[in-house]
Protein backbone atom coordinates (compact mmCIF):
# COMPACT_ATOMS: atom_id res chain seq x y z
CA UNK A 1 0.00 0.00 0.00
CA UNK A 2 0.79 3.44 -1.03
CA UNK A 3 0.64 6.98 0.59
CA UNK A 4 1.18 10.53 -0.35
CA UNK A 5 1.08 13.35 1.79
CA UNK A 6 1.04 16.65 0.80
CA UNK A 7 2.50 19.65 2.50
CA UNK A 8 3.21 23.41 2.28
CA UNK A 9 0.17 24.96 0.73
CA UNK A 10 -1.23 28.44 2.40
CA UNK A 11 -2.50 31.84 2.17
CA UNK A 12 -0.36 34.44 -0.01
CA UNK A 13 -0.53 37.64 -1.47
CA UNK A 14 -0.29 37.63 -5.36
CA UNK A 15 2.89 38.03 -6.47
CA UNK A 16 4.41 35.74 -3.62
CA UNK A 17 5.93 32.55 -3.16
CA UNK A 18 4.97 28.91 -2.03
CA UNK A 19 6.73 25.32 -2.41
CA UNK A 20 4.61 22.38 -1.96
CA UNK A 21 6.06 18.96 -0.74
CA UNK A 22 4.52 15.80 -1.03
CA UNK A 23 6.14 12.25 0.31
CA UNK A 24 5.00 8.96 -0.82
CA UNK A 25 5.43 6.12 1.38
CA UNK A 26 4.75 2.26 1.81
CA UNK A 27 6.32 -0.92 0.54
CA UNK A 28 7.75 1.33 -2.88
CA UNK A 29 9.96 -0.46 -5.07
CA UNK A 30 10.10 2.37 -7.68
CA UNK A 31 8.00 5.73 -8.81
CA UNK A 32 7.60 6.46 -12.63
CA UNK A 33 6.10 9.32 -13.49
CA UNK A 34 5.29 12.72 -10.38
CA UNK A 35 2.72 15.29 -10.86
CA UNK A 36 0.89 18.12 -9.35
CA UNK A 37 -2.81 19.08 -10.37
CA UNK A 38 -5.04 21.19 -8.86
CA UNK A 39 -8.66 22.22 -8.58
CA UNK A 40 -10.42 25.46 -8.86
CA UNK A 41 -14.05 25.50 -6.77
CA UNK A 42 -16.49 24.46 -9.82
CA UNK A 43 -13.88 23.86 -12.08
CA UNK A 44 -12.07 20.49 -13.05
CA UNK A 45 -9.39 19.20 -12.13
CA UNK A 46 -6.18 20.05 -14.16
CA UNK A 47 -2.80 19.39 -14.54
CA UNK A 48 0.24 21.80 -13.00
CA UNK A 49 3.24 19.81 -13.94
CA UNK A 50 4.32 16.27 -13.94
CA UNK A 51 8.07 14.96 -13.92
CA UNK A 52 9.51 11.50 -15.06
CA UNK A 53 11.85 9.64 -12.90
CA UNK A 54 14.68 11.11 -15.31
CA UNK A 55 13.88 14.55 -14.92
CA UNK A 56 11.83 15.36 -17.49
CA UNK A 57 9.17 17.96 -17.07
CA UNK A 58 6.10 18.81 -18.64
CA UNK A 59 3.79 22.33 -17.29
CA UNK A 60 0.49 24.11 -17.95
CA UNK A 61 0.84 26.87 -20.43
CA UNK A 62 -0.58 28.83 -17.48
CA UNK A 63 2.23 28.39 -14.86
CA UNK A 64 5.27 28.09 -17.21
CA UNK A 65 8.05 30.49 -16.09
CA UNK A 66 6.59 30.82 -12.76
CA UNK A 67 6.41 27.32 -11.00
CA UNK A 68 9.18 24.60 -11.20
CA UNK A 69 8.85 20.97 -10.23
CA UNK A 70 11.60 18.97 -9.04
CA UNK A 71 12.22 15.83 -7.08
CA UNK A 72 14.49 13.67 -4.91
CA UNK A 73 14.44 9.94 -5.99
CA UNK A 74 16.08 8.69 -2.90
CA UNK A 75 13.13 10.33 -0.82
CA UNK A 76 10.34 9.50 -2.67
CA UNK A 77 9.43 13.20 -2.66
CA UNK A 78 8.06 15.76 -5.37
CA UNK A 79 7.90 19.58 -5.09
CA UNK A 80 6.44 22.51 -6.22
CA UNK A 81 8.08 25.60 -6.36
CA UNK A 82 5.17 28.99 -6.99
CA UNK A 83 6.40 32.02 -7.97
CA UNK A 84 4.69 35.07 -9.07
CA UNK A 85 1.62 33.56 -7.73
CA UNK A 86 -2.33 34.92 -9.20
CA UNK A 87 -5.14 35.21 -7.35
CA UNK A 88 -5.97 32.68 -10.68
CA UNK A 89 -3.57 30.04 -8.78
CA UNK A 90 -6.07 29.57 -5.77
CA UNK A 91 -6.94 25.84 -5.87
CA UNK A 92 -6.40 22.75 -3.55
CA UNK A 93 -3.38 21.11 -5.25
CA UNK A 94 -3.34 17.69 -5.38
CA UNK A 95 -0.02 15.39 -5.81
CA UNK A 96 -0.19 12.53 -8.11
CA UNK A 97 2.29 9.08 -8.43
CA UNK A 98 2.88 6.46 -10.68
CA UNK A 99 4.06 3.76 -8.25
CA UNK A 100 5.62 0.15 -8.27
CA UNK A 101 5.06 -1.17 -5.41
CA UNK A 102 5.55 -4.75 -3.91
CA UNK A 103 8.08 -5.75 -6.09
CA UNK A 104 5.93 -5.65 -9.08
CA UNK A 105 2.11 -4.39 -8.60
CA UNK A 106 1.55 -0.79 -10.25
CA UNK A 107 -1.03 1.53 -9.18
CA UNK A 108 -1.79 5.46 -9.44
CA UNK A 109 -2.17 7.62 -6.41
CA UNK A 110 -3.32 10.58 -4.97
CA UNK A 111 -2.92 13.12 -2.18
CA UNK A 112 -5.20 14.36 -0.21
CA UNK A 113 -4.51 18.22 -2.05
CA UNK A 114 -3.38 21.22 0.09
CA UNK A 115 -5.11 24.47 0.00
CA UNK A 116 -3.40 26.80 -1.79
CA UNK A 117 -4.74 30.51 -1.88
CA UNK A 118 -3.66 33.83 -3.51
CA UNK A 119 -4.96 36.99 -2.43
CA UNK A 120 -4.98 39.78 -4.22
Known amino acids: QVQLVESGGGLVQAGGSLRLSCAASGSISSINAMGWYRQAPGKQRELVAT???????NYADSVKGRFAISRDNAKNTVYLQMNSLKSEDTAVYYC??????????????WGQGTQVTVSS
Open 51 to 57: ITNGGST
Open 96 to 109: NADVIWGGYLRGNY
